[in-house]
C-alpha cells in the first residue's frame, strides 16, 4: 500500500489494520511526517512537526498493540491546535507573544489521548490567539485550503482542518469560540464538531472568552469524530467549568435511520447574502434527512439576527480580560528597549499582538468601562439569555436542528482581510451555539464550485448522541468522501 493510500485512512480503518498486524504504527506515522513533508510547504497546516515525539510514541504504541491492551487512538498520528499545552513542546498561539513559549504542563485533553496511545505528529496553525475566521491573522504565514491553495481554510482552527483534509493527520483537536472548528471543517471538507460547553475539559487550553471556548475534534468522518469525543470528554476537577457527567459511548449513536426524529429548521438561518450553491445544498441536505425517516418542521428562532452583535461584544470583553496576563514580565514575549515599566508593558504589546488581536482587545476594554458596561456588556448578557432561552423552548419541542454552517464556501485569501466585518459575517451560523452552549457538528453536504459546504447539526445540551445520530445518518446516505474524493493536492 503507497503512503498516500496509508495516509488517506480514517481513523477507524487504520485501527483495524493496525489490530490485525496489516501495518504498525511506525509507519503509519512515517506515513504521515511524509506527507507533510509533501505538502506542507503548500498548505501551512503546522506551526510545529514533532518528528522524534511522534516515532518514540509510535514505537511504544506497537508495544502496546503487541501486548493486546490497544486503545481506540492507540498508534493513531494526530495533530493538536496549537492553543493547547503540550509538556516540552511549544505552544504558541501563532502569536509573536508566546512565539517560544514552551508550557511545563499538558493540556487535559493532551493527556487523555496520550493516556490512549495517541501520536503527536505536531502542533497547528491557527488565527492568532483563535481570533479570526481564515487563518490569516497567524503571526507566522496564512494557512492554504488543500481544495484550492489560493483560498482560505476557514478559521480559527484552520491549521487543524486543512492537515486532516490534506492527510497530513488522521484527526486533530481544535478550538471552537464562535464557530472555530465548525466553519473551517465546513470550507476544508472534513467533519468538524463543538461539543456542548463543560463536556471537555478547557484545563490547558489558553483561554480566549472562558464562556463561549470549547475544545472539540476534526476528523474525516462522523465516526472518528465520536471515537476522538469518547477519549477527551467528561469531567475534569481542574476545570471550573466542566460539567459533572459521565458520556456515554457515542460510537454506539451511530445509526444509518432517523425514524422518530423530530428535527427543526430555523429560517432565520437562511441569511441574507448566504450564496445560491450554499443555499442549495443545504435544502438539498435537509430532504435527504427527511428521506432517511426524520419529521422536518420549520422553526423560528427571532433573536439570531442579534447573535453576532452579541458575540462580538462578550468575546472582545472577555479576551480584554484573558490577555491582560501578557505583560512581558511573567512569560511570552518581552520589549527590551524601553525607558521605563509602563513604556516596556506597552512595547510589548504592541510588538507582541498582531492587529486583529489588538482590535478585540480594544473593542472589550470600550464595552467594560465606566459609563458603558451597561450599555454593551450588561445589554449582551440580556440578549445571550434570550438566544439561550429561545433554543430551550425550540428543544422541547424538537430533537435537533439544521442548518447551513457557513454562507459562503472558502474565499480567495486576502479577499476579506481589509473588512473586519465582512470576516465576522463567517460566523453568523456558528455562533449562536457558543453562545447558548449548546452542541454542533459540521458535516460535508457536497461541492459548490468545486469546493466543500458543511451542513450543520445543533443538538440540545448534553445532546451529542442524537446530534451525531443525525450527522452520521446523513453522511452515510451522501457518501461525501466516496463520491468527491480527498482534495486534489
Not at 486533530?172 to 472555530?180: F, P, V
Not at 456542548?196 to 472539540?216: E, H, N, P
Not at 422541547?396 to 476579506?416: N, Q, R, Y
Not at 440540545?460 to 443525525?470: A, C, H, Q, Y
Request: with cysteine.
Amino acid at each position: 500500500m503507497a503512503d498516500r493510500q496509508f495516509a488517506t485512512l480514517t481513523a477507524h480503518e487504520a485501527r483495524t489494520l493496525l489490530d490485525n498486524r496489516e501495518v504498525s504504527s511506525v509507519e503509519l506515522t512515517e506515513a504521515s511526517l511524509e506527507r507533510i513533508d509533501q505538502v506542507e510547504d503548500h498548505v501551512g497546516a503546522f506551526v510545529t512537526v514533532t518528528r522524534d515525539l511522534a516515532l518514540g510514541q509510535a514505537e511504544q504504541a506497537d508495544q502496546r498493540i503487541a501486548r493486546g491492551d490497544a486503545a481506540p487512538l492507540t498508534g493513531i498520528p494526530m495533530q493538536l491546535k496549537d492553543v493547547i499545552c503540550t509538556e516540552g513542546v511549544r505552544t504558541t498561539c501563532s502569536s509573536r507573544m508566546l512565539e517560544n513559549f514552551v508550557p511545563p504542563y499538558n493540556a487535559t485533553v493532551t493527556d487523555r489521548l496520550y493516556s490512549e496511545g495517541a501520536v503527536l505528529v505536531g502542533k497547528g496553525n491557527m488565527d492568532e490567539f483563535a481570533m479570526g475566521s481564515s487563518t490569516e491573522n497567524s503571526a507566522f504565514f496564512p494557512t492554504h485550503n488543500p481544495w484550492d491553495l489560493d483560498r482560505v481554510p476557514g478559521g480559527s482552527s484552520g491549521g487543524p482542518a486543512a492537515a486532516v483534509a490534506a492527510s497530513e493527520c488522521f484527526y486533530s483537536l481544535g478550538s471552537d469560540t464562535g464557530g472555530s472548528i465548525r466553519q473551517p471543517g465546513a470550507l476544508c471538507g472534513v467533519v468538524g464538531m463543538k461539543p456542548t460547553y463543560g463536556l471537555v475539559s478547557r484545563y490547558g487550553l489558553v483561554a480566549f472568552a472562558s464562556s463561549l471556548d470549547q475544545i472539540g475534534p476534526l476528523t474525516r468522518d462522523v465516526r472518528d469524530c465520536a471515537t476522538v469525543l469518547n477519549a477527551v470528554a467528561g469531567h475534569d476537577p481542574r476545570d471550573s467549568t466542566s460539567i459533572v457527567y459521565d458520556p456515554p459511548d457515542y460510537t454506539k449513536s451511530l445509526q444509518t435511520d432517523l425514524k422518530g426524529l423530530r428535527i427543526g429548521v430555523p429560517k432565520e438561518y437562511f441569511v441574507e447574502g448566504m450564496e445560491p450553491g450554499v443555499e442549495q445544498a443545504t435544502r438539498d441536505a435537509i430532504k435527504v434527512i427527511e428521506s432517511l425517516g426524520a419529521e422536518i418542521g420549520e422553526v423560528s428562532l427571532p433573536h439570531t439576527p442579534y447573535a453576532l452583535a452579541v458575540y462580538y461584544i462578550i468575546a472582545p470583553s472577555e479576551c480584554s480580560a484573558n490577555l491582560a496576563r501578557y505583560d512581558g514580565v511573567k512569560y511570552g514575549f518581552s520589549a527590551k528597549e524601553a525607558d521605563s515599566m509602563w513604556d516596556a508593558l506597552e512595547k510589548t504589546r504592541q510588538d507582541g499582538f498582531g492587529p486583529e488581536v489588538k482590535r478585540r482587545i480594544m473593542l472589550g476594554t470600550y464595552a467594560l468601562s465606566s459609563g458603558y458596561y451597561d450599555a454593551f456588556y450588561l445589554k449582551a448578557q440580556r440578549v445571550r439569555t434570550l438566544i439561550r432561552r429561545e433554543f430551550e423552548e425550540v428543544f422541547s419541542e424538537f430533537d435537533a436542528l439544521v442548518t447551513a454552517t457557513s454562507p459562503s464556501i472558502a474565499f480567495k485569501l486576502g479577499a476579506k482581510t481589509a473588512d473586519p466585518m465582512q470576516m465576522y459575517l463567517n460566523d453568523v451560523l456558528t455562533l449562536p451555539a457558543n453562545i447558548a452552549g449548546i452542541p454542533g457538528i459540521s458535516v460535508p453536504a457536497g461541492l459548490s464550485d468545486g469546493l466543500p459546504v458543511g451542513f450543520q447539526v445543533l443538538g440540545k445540551p448534553l445532546g451529542e448522541e442524537t446530534m451525531l445520530r443525525v450527522a452520521y445518518a446523513f453522511e452515510q446516505a451522501t457518501n461525501f468522501r466516496s463520491t468527491h474524493g480527498d482534495p486534489p493536492l
